[in-house]
T-cell receptor, first 115, second 115 residues
């Protein structure tokens, strides 16, 4: 079974609208962390946001927020007020267990923001 | 710059040659990770270090791949007797500490092409 599932290969959103990128995960470990990264066409990997399995509140970072639903094992990324510069590939990733274990990535969602 | 630095940015070599890929992490970062990313996919874990100690090398595809970080800073990923299937983007990442909430910061990668 895949550890991280991103079911949307591609998404379109109108500029200034909000968009939700889906991510579901599979783990039996009670301690884990969820990360989102942005990869523009230039190829760099940019860290956006982190959610720990024991965190009580949903993580937020500027226009990014994480809709964490633990019982459903989902960690969707919400981008508010989309900008043209948000067009990129977005990867959801998970770390299992305590400490700095390696990340397992999903296949990604390509977001296109339309003017 | 203060980010993760990888060299070379591009490497083209003939099948059967050995290659060495270098990663210079962010200064002071304890942990260093190597990933491989195929086109249109998320990165896949290869190996990682805390300080100079290799913690996990379970992601290395076979014994032609090896990595070291002898002084706990710069790391080298070596591929011996390269094959065409080794062609990919090789990415290095570093994180500040072994805490589970620390994000990994990625370098721009080395694009390896085996002819």
């Amino acid at each position: 079974a895949q550890k991280i599932t991103q079911t949307q290969p591609g998404m379109f959103v109108q500029e200034k609208e909000a968009v939700t990128l889906d991510c579901t995960y599979d783990t039996s470990d009670p301690s884990y962390g969820l990360f989102w990264y942005k990869q523009p066409s230039s190829g760099e990997m940019i860290f956006l946001i982190y959610q720990g399995s024991y965190d009580q509140q949903n993580a937020t970072e500027g226009r990014y927020s994480l809709n964490f639903q633990k019982a459903r094992k989902s960690a969707n990324l919400v981008i508010s007020a989309s900008q043209l510069g948000d067009s990129a590939m977005y990867f959801c990733a998970m770390r299992e267990g305590p400490g700095n274990t390696p990340l397992v990535f999903g296949k990604g969602t390509r977001l296109s923001v339309i003017a | 710059g203060a980010g993760v630095s990888q060299s070379p940015r591009y490497k083209v070599t003939k099948r059967g040659q050995d290659v060495a890929l270098r990663c210079d992490p962010i200064s002071g970062h304890v942990s260093l990770y190597w990933y491989r990313q195929a086109l249109g996919q998320g990165p896949e874990f290869l190996t990682y270090f805390n300080y100079e100690a290799q913690q996990d090398k379970s992601g290395l595809p076979n014994d032609r791949f090896s990595a070291e970080r002898p002084e706990g800073s710069i790391s080298t990923l070596t591929i011996q007797r390269t094959e065409q299937r080794d062609s990919a983007m090789y990415r290095c990442a570093s994180s500040l500490s072994r805490e589970s909430n620390q994000p990994q910061h990625f370098g721009d990668g080395t694009r390896l092409s085996i002819l």
